[in-house]
């Protein structure tokens, strides 16, 4: 049972860490693309939402690289013996 909640928890980790890298650019795509057909404006805001797509991505990817390293971190800090204090009597 315990295998399948560890199975269960990494694949939503991952279907987690690729919606976050994926979604900020598509949809950012998708809004300059409208943007451009609906205000008639030129081919340079599908450009600027790529960027901005990109830096959405970018920063998805970081968030989620620093929120799993966080996580092993304290999986790892319950597993360590407290410190000893010498002061505590």
């Known amino acids: 049972m ?3 909640y560890q199975a269960a928890r990494h694949l939503v980790w991952l279907t987690q860490f690729g919606l976050s890298i994926v979604v900020p650019l598509v949809v950012s795509i998708l809004l300059a693309v409208w943007l451009r057909q609906h205000f008639s404006l030129g081919g340079w805001v599908v450009v ?6 990109l830096f959405g991505a970018v920063s998805g990817l970081v968030t ?11 999986k790892e800090d319950r597993h360590k013996k407290p410190p000893v204090y010498f002061n505590q009597h």
């Open 2 to 4: 315990k295998d399948l």
């Open 64 to 74: 989620s690289l620093r929120a799993m390293d966080r996580q092993a971190g304290e």
């Open 48 to 53: 600027a939402g790529v960027f901005v797509g």
